[in-house]
């Protein structure tokens, strides 16, 4: 049996591209501040300023806001997704952000699909 499990994979960074006109529900789970502070981030072609391009990671990871964090009780807290839910969500909330960043063929696709998979 294959068991998907949600990881940050490194060197992706397509959570890092804020642009809100690709995210029009941000009001329905930021609070005003956090979305004062999200729309304060977004830099130059729609990207965090804190994303290092060269790197390609964050900046400020430990000090990154609520927003940014992808972890069970966030998206509880967030977006009403269950535990038992969250791995499912997660990967697919990350391959559809993957997947208009990088496009559905990328080598950031392929990085992702094959460092979530893990055999059980």
Not at 31 to 38: A, D, K, L
Not at 41 to 47: K, M, R, S
Not at 93 to 99: D, H, S
Request: proline share 5%; aromatic share 10%.
């Amino acid at each position: 049996m294959t068991l998907e499990t949600w990881q940050c994979v490194k060197g992706c960074g397509a959570c890092c591209h804020l642009d809100p006109s690709d995210r029009p529900d941000l009001a329905e789970y930021l609070t005003p501040e956090e979305m004062t502070h999200y729309l304060s981030l977004v830099g130059e072609g729609g990207w965090c300023i804190n994303f290092d391009h060269q790197k390609r990671d964050c900046r400020i990871y430990e000090q990154r806001p609520r927003f940014c964090r992808v972890k069970p009780d966030i998206f509880e807290q967030m977006y009403g997704i269950e535990r038992e839910e969250f791995n499912e969500f997660a990967i697919d909330c990350c391959r559809q952000q993957i997947e208009g960043v990088y496009g559905p063929d990328s080598t950031e696709m392929h990085h992702y699909n094959q460092e979530i998979i893990k055999d059980s």
